[in-house]
């Protein structure tokens, strides 16, 4: 089952010029459904420090359905 959360959400977010930013993903199978990426932030900057990474989300974040095809 998936949900329909990235579309609603990004319909009631056009009234203020704004969507959902849905990251490309290579070597997805045909027919899975788009993941939203969360963005992060890096909270030190410099030589050395460890650079920020961005989250795929296993459930959608707006209604907690588990995305399908996920590894167990």
Known sequence: MTCTCIETVNEKLAARN????L???FGRKDGEPD????VTEQIETGRGKAKAVGMFATCCPFCGVKYEGDAA
């Open 18 to 21: 704004t969507r959902l930013t």
């Open 23 to 25: 990251p490309i993903v």
């Open 35 to 38: 993941r939203l990426m969360i």
